[in-house]
T-cell receptor, first 113, second 113 residues
Framework: AQSVTQLGSHVSVSEGALVLLRCNYS??????LFWYVQYPNQGLQLLLK??????LVKGINGFEAEFKKSETSFHLTKPSAHMSDAAEYFC???????????FGTGTRLQVFP | NAGVTQTPKFQVLKTGQSMTLQCAQD?????MSWYRQDPGMGLRLIHY???????DQGEVPNGYNVSRSTTEDFPLRLLSAAPSQTSVYFC????????????FGSGTRLTVV
């Protein structure tokens, strides 16, 4: 079965600082990996996805993530945080042989001025 | 193009009452899923469907029923509401398995008293 682990339920950064949100996955077959963002009182919005085409994936709002098979990781980064990035971020995994999309427990990002 | 529409947005139930959370999508997606979101637990899969007439259980199916009579609709039924079912419920749909990703509705906030 597939699973994801998000390290750190809360991350705080200053505006302009690097954002790094960690996600490690477990899968016995090649995974498809996703990052979703949830702004307060809203649904989830897809930030980016890894589908095996390229290991470095660029998403919306300046975010990117790198798939590292050797580390079973798919960390989300942004070079310079903006106040509007404050939200909850979810990593998710699925594979080609399952119908389920499984989520991590989420990381809440706070951005201080 | 409305995407995924959930109704109602808010609901308060008394313990033991039953109700149906509605979900409809207009993207001709085959895959639909229901998740519940609880603080610190991320999104957990309740039930999912890979097409009309086909449903299956997710991680936390107890206390919930689903059916899929049409491609567009995937209602979630609470048979006898319990306080433990107080949560935010999200419906999501996808074109298919794997790398397509899911589109989420805006959620239903349910309180059981």
């Amino acid at each position: 079965a597939q699973s994801v682990t998000q390290l750190g339920s809360h991350v705080s950064v200053s505006e302009g600082a690097l954002v790094l949100l960690r996600c490690n996955y477990s899968s016995s077959v090649p995974p498809y990996l996703f990052w979703y963002v949830q702004y307060p009182n809203q649904g989830l919005q897809l930030l980016l996805k890894y589908t095996s085409a390229a290991t470095l994936v660029k998403g919306i709002n300046g975010f990117e993530a790198e798939f590292k098979k050797s580390e079973t990781s798919f960390h989300l980064t942004k070079p310079s945080a903006h106040m509007s990035d404050a939200a909850e971020y979810f990593c998710a995994v699925t594979t080609g042989n399952t119908d389920k999309l499984i989520f991590g427990t989420g990381t809440r990002l706070q951005v201080f001025p | 193009n409305a995407g995924v529409t959930q109704t109602p947005k808010f609901q308060v139930l008394k313990t033991g009452q039953s109700m149906t959370l509605q979900c409809a999508q207009d993207m001709n997606h085959e895959y639909m899923s229901w998740y519940r979101q609880d603080p610190g637990m991320g999104l957990r899969l309740i039930h999912y469907s890979v097409g009309a007439g086909i449903t299956d259980q997710g991680e936390v199916p107890n206390g919930y029923n689903v059916s899929r009579s049409t491609t567009e609709d995937f209602p979630l039924r609470l048979l006898s509401a319990a306080p433990s079912q107080t949560s935010v419920y999200f419906c999501a749909s996808s074109y298919g398995r794997g790398y397509y990703g899911y589109t989420f509705g805006s959620g239903t906030r349910l309180t059981v008293v």
